[in-house]
């Protein structure tokens, strides 16, 4: 069986593709008992996985309170330009 795994999750038509999509892949073709706890063990253990897999929560900072004197006491503004001017269709 894990040579079955093996082979299904590094073939290079499905590779890294994630728990699910190998699984169904897999019993396409093959059964065992434990199957799904098997091929989540190695998915979990591939380093190519981890790499490539973004993580499910992003990192946020901690929120700070801003002390602002007045009204639009402190603002933002994106600049761009100078921008083409588009020409006249006749």
């Known amino acids: 069986m894990q ?26 073709r093959f059964y065992w008992v434990r199957c799904r706890q098997d091929v989540e063990s190695w998915c979990k253990k591939c380093r190519t996985c ?20 007045s009204p639009f006491g402190r603002t933002a503004r994106e600049v761009a330009g100078p921008l083409p001017v588009p020409e006249e269709r006749n």
């Not at 040579?3 to 994630?18: P, Q």
């Not at 790499?51 to 602002?68: D, E, F, L």
Request: without cysteine.
């Open 50 to 69: 981890a790499a490539v897999k973004s993580p499910k929560t992003k990192a946020r900072g901690p929120m700070q309170p801003q002390n602002i004197g």
């Open 3 to 28: 040579l079955v795994v093996r082979e299904m999750h590094n073939e290079s038509s499905g590779a890294h593709f994630g728990i699910n999509k190998k699984l169904s892949k897999i019993r396409e």
